[in-house]
């Protein structure tokens, strides 16, 4: 589900933006690219270390939208740059075989944001 062109999008340092909504009002949280691993099965794991409001909201609300991009990639019609919006569902984890990975990854994590995607739109 994922295209070539994402891939090539996360070989490039980036902000990653991570969209919620419970209850309240949507809420933002940010990452970088080079945090975001693909499971071989499209899922998308985020490692974690506050990201505490963006939890509670998928508790109340799994459905998740991340928008990420680079300028390094070309997108259409050969334009410099190019970007993603990611939909899908989510839930954080501190446990099993994908967080102890990530956590040899990324040392300072204290959970892991796993997003099921289920749609991937190029922007530019």
Known sequence: MLPEKFFEVLKNEGVVTIVTWGLDEPHIANTWNS?????PDNRILIPAYAMRKTEKNTIQNNRVKIALGSRNVLGFKD??????????TAKFFESGPDYDMMKEKFSFLTRVLEITVTSAKQML
């Open 35 to 39: 945090y975001l691993v693909v499971t």
């Open 79 to 88: 334009y410099q740059g190019t970007g993603f919006v990611i939909e899908g």
